[in-house]
């Protein structure tokens, strides 16, 4: 019987014992020191002797494979980073744009609640384009909405304010997978994006963590979130004046520009015409064929889903979904309200 007993208790403990390992396993860090028994112990011997010039702007260390005066211009790049061979592409909206599919994001522009970006987020388009140029939102209440449903039917996506290394790098950090730019009028201001948009060595993106880093996020992805960021955001650059127009042939054409986006509301703003009208079409017609000899995609206001060549489209808002929503489960009973001849309902049927 205390054989039993015995053979019952070894049996338990083992079957609890990789849990006690797994506790007891120290998280990774990035910090060396973090989980050393010894902090300090390292050995560093490449690095220079103490308080003597190295000589190592003009000399490089054996075994390099830059020799010669440092040179930032001719720096030969290293392989550190680079992804794992056959690494697939795990951004769906990057992979249905490669194989020609028509892509659909969805506007958050008013909410600011969790629970109804994941709803936007479920519907069925391919990225939810959470608007920051016109909009108050934070980048804080940003991060909160896209990593509460960071693996939703549509991944997220975002229109920065501007072009600048701190918007573009809040957005990605968050985990933004599509980068929408307004209003981008010259080659200069696309390369810049470019910069900020991508990893070195396409860009100089700067490698500073963030929940984009995260388990939860991207931290999982095949090949690792930062070998293989460069080959799955996608960037999209607005044309909105007649100055982009001009350039967009050359804006199109720079390395790392997924699509150009012809704005319906403000190339009409910024040209004084409406659709239709020869001149308004004129500059529409220029972006069409900017987009067409650069080999990239499209895109346009989802009222633009039939127009020839469009192939990525912004749909429309939160707010416009709710309203339209209503009135298709209402039907006919849809603005029956009761009448009232007294306060302030009064009047309004």
Known sequence: MQQIILNLKLAGLLAILPAIINA??????????????????????????????????NTALDGAANTGPFDPATWKYGDRFNAPAGSPIWNPVKAKMMAGGMVTGGTIFAASDPSTYCAMANAGYDFVWTEMQHSQQDWDNVSRMWRTCAHAGAVPGVRVAYTDEREIQHALDAGALVIVVPTVDTVEEAREIVEWTFFPPLGRRSNGGGQAFDQNMWGTVPGGYRATAND????????????????????????????????SGDLGNFSGYRQGQPDYERVINVVHD?????????????????????????????????????????????????EVTAGPFAGRQ
């Open 24 to 57: 007891q396993t120290p998280a990774p860090n990035a910090d060396p020191y973090a989980n050393n028994p010894n902090p300090g112990s390292q050995d560093f011997p490449l690095a220079a002797p103490a308080g003597v010039d190295s000589g190592a702007l």
């Open 232 to 263: 799955n955001i996608v960037l999209v650059l607005m044309i909105e004046t007649m100055e982009g127009v001009m350039n967009a042939a050359e804006i199109a054409k720079v390395a790392g520009v997924s699509a150009i986006f012809a704005a």
């Open 290 to 338: 900017a987009a067409i000899a650069a080999d990239i995609r499209l895109c346009g206001s989802l009222a633009w889903r039939d127009r020839p060549d469009f192939t990525c489209f912004q749909a429309g808002s939160e707010t416009a979904n709710i309203r339209r929503g209503a009135a298709a489960e209402l039907g006919t009973l849809a603005n029956t309200q009761g």
